[in-house]
């Protein structure tokens, strides 16, 4: 009997993860080395406008008091950040993105709403999403963009990707309005 063969032969239990291992970890690198996209996202960076007028974001001026902060500030704070998409979830083309400035770190809402509009940019905790449909959602909605966040007639459908840099830009309710995409 080898060391590496239990008493009815067949390979001892470290051995045989320790090939499932190397295995999945073979898989992945190759996967990662193949993938294209991931290298062009992580050095793409999107510039999202948001109006953060108090009708398109209407947790903003509860989220600036929980934080002792007044509304421009939060503002500035969110448009300051190095911001990234950390992954996509929940809902076709939502991204998850993080590198929120810290000191804008509210917890989700203790009430989710059933319905928050497209296009809503939204934090909790230390991330950013942006809500690319008319869904249900918990986190603190600050302001919305009139970009579409996902569209099937589009190559690619998900504006957003992980990796991808962001950048969010303060736009006046006049502008957002005229950017709208119907």
């Not at 898989?27 to 050095?43: I, Q």
């Not at 905790?125 to 918990?138: D, R």
């Not at 990707?161 to 006046?172: N, S, T, Y």
Request: with cysteine; charged share 20%; glycine share 8%.
């Amino acid at each position: 009997m080898m060391a590496t063969e239990g008493f009815d032969g067949a390979p001892k239990r470290s051995e045989k993860y320790a090939r499932i291992f190397e295995a999945a970890s073979a898989l992945l690198r190759a996967c990662v080395k193949e993938s294209p996209a991931v290298g062009a996202a992580e050095s793409h960076t999107i510039e999202v406008p948001v109006c953060y007028d108090p009708e398109l974001g209407p947790d903003l001026a509860e989220v600036a008091e929980r934080l002792g902060m007044a509304t421009h500030e939060v503002i500035r704070r969110h448009c300051a950040c190095a911001h990234r998409v950390l992954m996509m979830g929940f809902s076709p083309g939502q991204p998850y993105i993080g590198g929120l400035d810290a000191a804008l770190s509210v917890p989700r809402r203790t009430t989710p709403r059933t319905s928050v509009p497209a296009g809503s940019v939204a934090i909790a905790n230390e991330q950013t999403a942006v809500y690319p449909f008319a869904i249900s959602g918990g986190w603190n909605v600050i302001g919305r963009t009139p970009l579409k966040v996902f569209d099937v007639g589009r190559n690619p459908a998900a504006l957003f990707a992980p990796g991808m840099k962001v950048r969010f830009l303060p736009i006046a309710r006049r502008e957002f309005e005229s950017r709208l995409i119907a």
